[in-house]
């Protein structure tokens, strides 16, 4: 398979940070290595951007090495404002890797490189990422698309657990199983189990919205609009203790339907008729603010547009109790 150019690498890493829901802007010229800044809403953070076709590790290397070779750049520099970022991608199998910049930064030598084992990346193509040990503490992550941004936004917090085997297993946890317990977090302490209970929450963020978008298409359950204007929302809001992160606990709708859920605006009937709170509809005329309402109601459909799998549909004792938690009117 041909590599890609930096400019292809470069749209991969785009459309990965667009498949959480981020947006990517380019700080000056763009060429390689990256400046970009990651945002989304009141969130943002800056990162420089290195990144290189992952290959086999070459003829006379074990065959379940892979690597990506450091050409092009005469050091791998690191700036406290921007996260540093040492990635490489495999488009075989659609994943990502990336190593501590701590261990590599500086001047490089003649076209070194940098390894990673088969067994790792195919793990993050079916748990979304995979934690590969190397020496003196090191740690080199594999991820997918859809994990991209947590692996940007816990950088330091991901690599920083080589030091700890404990914490190696912790991740490989939440990796293979979505979550951890207690057990597995008392050998650690207590500033590191903060960071991989964040982890894990992040985690758990990005698995919902990539089951959620894929099951509804990415399209809005309500307009069926996609044009990457879509969330993953939870039918029983996250702040209730009765909330969970199952499929059926979600669904997708674009940013007006979802602001308009979370408002008591519009809700689903357990039978997944889309029903309007006439009575917020009404207070809102006596303010004068009900303008477009009109428009609003036309724009929805009698019923909600589901997933062609039965247990990826909303559970319609979920429903009911978003409507009891959001104190619907009625």
Request: glycine fraction near 6%; proline fraction near 7%; aromatic fraction near 10%.
């Amino acid at each position: 398979m041909p590599k890609l150019s930096k400019e292809r690498l470069l749209d991969r890493f785009v459309r990965a940070v667009e498949i959480a829901g981020w947006s990517v802007g380019v700080i000056g010229t763009p060429s390689h290595p990256f400046t970009l800044y990651l945002y989304r809403e009141h969130d943002a953070f800056n990162v420089l951007l290195y990144i290189w076709n992952i290959t086999h590790g070459g003829r006379h290397r074990p065959h379940d090495e892979y690597r990506v070779q450091v050409t092009g750049v005469p050091s791998i520099e690191q700036h406290p404002e921007y996260k540093t970022l040492i990635l490489g991608y495999w488009e075989a199998q659609d994943v990502f890797a990336g190593w501590d910049a701590t261990f590599h930064s500086g001047p490089s030598s003649f076209s070194p490189s940098l390894q990673i084992r088969e067994q790792y990346l195919l793990a993050a193509v079916n748990n979304n990422f995979a934690v590969c040990p190397k020496d003196q503490g090191e740690l080199a992550i594999a991820f997918s698309p859809s994990f991209l941004v947590t692996y940007c936004r816990n950088l330091e917090g991901l690599h920083g657990a080589g030091t700890l085997p404990q914490e190696v297993n912790a991740l490989t946890r939440i990796a293979e199983q979505g979550t951890i317990d207690e057990v597995d977090l008392a050998p650690l302490p207590a500033p590191r189990q903060r960071i991989v209970r964040t982890i894990e929450q992040n985690y758990r963020e990005a698995s919902f919205r990539r089951r959620i978008l894929t099951a509804y298409s990415q399209a809005c359950a309500m307009c069926n609009m996609q044009l990457k204007l879509v969330d993953a929302a939870h039918i029983i809001p996250v702040y209730d203790p009765q909330s969970n992160d199952e499929t059926s606990n979600g669904i997708c709708l674009c940013a007006l339907h979802h602001r308009a859920m979370d408002r008591v605006l519009i809700a689903i009937a357990p039978d997944y008729r889309i029903i309007i709170n006439e009575v917020e509809i009404e207070r809102l005329n006596l303010e004068g603010l009900g303008e477009g309402t009109d428009l609003f109601k036309a724009n929805l459909a009698k019923i909600i547009r589901t997933p062609p799998e039965k247990i990826q549909r909303p559970n319609p004792d979920y429903l009911q109790i978003a409507l009891q938690v959001r104190g619907w009117p009625f």
